[in-house]
């Protein structure tokens, strides 16, 4: 079937790094995508992987193993603003291109 | 910021009564997308549109209708509403289909409350 995982929450340190994990099981992958979305607002696009390897913008980076079906964004120097839910979505190709979506993993930064 | 908008934002309705949201772009963008979300629940897909008058069904489209006469627009009709419909509805917009390296765009949402 198909399915994604994520950590339901996570806690980090202002100033520390981070990384939330994503693994997911699907037939026509067609690549992952992460976004972040703040308490009450939409989501926002941060990132889009579809090779392996790591993709750096920033504070942020993403990082995608197509063979063992994982992900992990890297989030450096954090700051308060950053507390809010990751989504991680898988795109398929033989569901026109639909997205799957993991229910998100919501990172609380103390300071 | 792609131009989403979506009314109204917040909505308190009785079961039973049909309930109409709206979403409107000004991208011009071919695909747009109703989604629902839940706590503990990915986001999940009620209905999409991939042109004028062309929609499809999403996993969980039953009790959902969606027209889509003009591009800018994208209507979600809740024929008769349910409790288990009281949720927070997201549009989103993409110019490919959304999977498909093509970022969705999402307007702020509608929070719907069924009593």
């Known amino acids: 079937g198909q399915n994604i995982d994520q950590p339901t929450e996570m806690t980090a340190t202002e100033g520390a790094i981070v990384q939330i994990n994503c693994t997911y099981q699907?037939?026509?992958?067609?690549?992952l995508f992460w976004y972040q979305q703040h308490a009450g607002e939409a989501p926002t696009f941060l990132s889009y992987n579809v090779l392996d390897g790591l993709e750096e913008k920033g504070r942020f980076s993403s990082f995608l193993s197509r063979s063992k079906g994982y992900s992990y964004l890297l989030l450096k120097e954090l700051q308060m603003k950053d507390s809010a839910s990751y989504l991680c979505a898988v795109g398929r190709r033989d569901s026109n291109y639909q997205l799957i979506w993991g229910a998100g993993t919501k990172l609380i930064i103390k300071p | 910021d792609a131009g989403i908008t979506q009314s109204p934002r917040h909505k308190v309705t009785e079961t039973g009564t049909p309930v109409t949201l709206r979403c409107h772009q000004t991208?011009?963008?071919?695909?747009m997308y109703w989604y629902r979300q839940d706590p503990g629940h990915g986001l999940r897909l009620i209905h999409y549109s991939y042109g004028v008058k062309d929609t499809d069904k999403g996993e969980v489209s039953d009790g959902y209708s969606v027209s889509r006469s003009k591009t800018e627009d994208f209507l979600l009709t809740l024929e008769s509403a349910t409790s288990s419909q009281t949720s927070v509805y997201f549009c989103?917009?993409?110019?490919?289909?959304?999977?498909?390296?093509?970022?969705?765009?999402f307007g702020n949402g509608t929070r719907l409350t069924v009593t």
């Open positions: 989103a917009i993409a110019n490919q289909p959304g999977g498909n390296n093509s970022p969705l765009h």
């Open positions: 699907t037939s026509g992958f067609n690549g």
């Open positions: 991208e011009n963008h071919r695909y």
